[in-house]
């Protein structure tokens, strides 16, 4: 491997330790000398799977990069190509400047948001948990999490990137900085259409009273200036700024890619026009119950049914929508892990989650099932249920760990 990589992933790790540090959770010599001994361990099986070259990276991502090298770099923005937003373009186009290999540049890009995500997962868990090892315990859990190294380091993708942004954007919410929240989240959204997932959450931090109406409007203005140098390069304003609508057709036609939701329980399905409509009607109508039941019970909301609610829409929102893929419950793997930490009764939710969404994985990366997916379905089902228990349980406060009521005055 090019000793620039190296160095680089060496870059990553200190940059891991300071926010560790930084977190104030390394208060005692122990802790430093374990957290710097799994951190190492966390990046030497990452380089060690570094030349690992997926399908997706030989027939997308490498040609991405090299339209880009020979098409002018970012003078070339003003082109279409590859079907992911413009965002991840312009790291495309700035891989394409150096001479370092594109597998690494993407690779390391992936594995420096595996390192948000597991920093923002600990600070949210910090809302719900006051002990440092129950904190870096998260962390740590998140950074070795089999989909999170195997989504970054192996596969080459960068879902770690839209869901660290949008868990750094509760954490913003919560602790009242609603402006930077929603910078966040539109980036998120920015990166990836899957931030979708949990969107909705911002919702339940509207009727929380953690954000207001005219912080909304800081979600357009993020976007249009994120996607801007496109423009300015000469994209399209108005088709850049909608590209998601445009890209909606090339999720294709099959109602379930090797994902566990309802579509891999309801293996057989005449009508997959009708059902994929009714799909779409029932991911909809969940996301309205679920903020319904919390503008009905504000007056008994805590910090738990806001985490509860997060964990419900990443997993139930994939779960019942159609044309899902195999890495679209990466949210809710994430979440169901911070869930776990906050409550170690609920930990069976994180399990059943991490076993249904490594189904997709294996499918993909090995090129054949090792169970039939109905099996995943019938898992994220469950976590399912076990989730509603844990947002539910957020409205008595006298659960321990609900918190206080959000709407109290201090």
Not at 56 to 71: A, E, G, Q, S
Not at 246 to 262: C, F, R
Not at 383 to 405: Q, V
Request: aromatic fraction near 16%.
């Amino acid at each position: 491997m090019d000793i620039r990589v190296i160095l680089l992933l060496c870059a990553e790790a200190l940059f891991a330790l300071f926010l560790l540090y930084r977190s104030g959770n390394l208060k005692k010599p122990s802790l430093w000398a374990v957290s710097v001994l799994l951190l190492a361990l966390a990046f030497v099986s990452r380089a060690m799977v570094f030349d690992y070259e997926t399908l997706d990276y030989r027939d997308f991502l490498t040609h991405w990069v090299d339209f880009f090298r020979f098409n002018g770099g970012f003078a070339a923005l003003d082109t279409p190509v590859g079907n992911y937003n413009i965002p991840y373009l312009y790291f495309m186009a700035l891989f394409s400047y150096s001479g370092i290999k594109d597998l690494y540049l993407i690779k390391l890009l992936s594995v420096f948001f595996d390192v948000v995500l597991a920093y923002g997962s600990m600070m949210l868990l910090g809302k719900y948990a006051q002990s440092p090892v129950r904190r870096l315990a998260c962390f740590f859990t998140v950074l070795f999490l089999p989909t999170v190294f195997l989504n970054g380091a192996v596969w080459g993708q960068c879902d770690s990137i839209y869901v660290a942004l949008a868990v750094m954007s509760i954490v913003l919410a919560l602790d009242g900085k609603p402006v930077r929240a929603m910078i966040f989240i539109a980036l998120s959204f920015g990166f990836k259409l899957q931030a979708v997932f949990l969107m909705p959450v911002f919702a339940v931090l509207l009727i929380a009273g953690k954000v207001k109406l005219k912080h909304f409007l800081v979600f357009p203005l993020t976007y249009v200036i994120l996607v801007l140098p496109a423009v300015i390069a000469g994209r399209p304003f108005l088709d850049t700024l909608l590209l998601y609508f445009g890209q909606t057709g090339s999720i294709g036609d099959a109602l379930n890619y090797n994902s566990s939701s309802l579509f891999a329980i309801l293996e057989r399905v005449q009508n997959t026009a009708l059902a994929s409509r009714l799909a779409i009607l029932a991911a909809f109508l969940f996301m309205l119950l679920v903020i319904a039941l919390v503008f009905f019970g504000r007056k008994r909301l805590t910090n738990r049914v806001i985490l509860g609610a997060a964990v419900l829409f990443a997993i139930g929102i994939p779960f019942l929508l159609p044309h899902m893929h195999d890495r679209y419950f990466f949210a809710a793997d994430i979440m169901t892990v911070i869930m776990a930490f906050a409550a170690f009764e609920y930990f069976p939710a994180a399990f059943l989650v991490q076993f249904g969404s490594l189904l997709g994985y294996h499918a993909y990366l090995k090129m054949r099932f090792l169970l039939p997916m109905r099996y995943g379905g019938w898992a994220m089902l469950t976590a399912l249920c076990i989730a509603a228990l844990y947002f539910a349980s957020g409205f008595d406060e006298k659960t321990p760990g609900a918190g206080k009521n959000v709407l109290d005055k201090t």
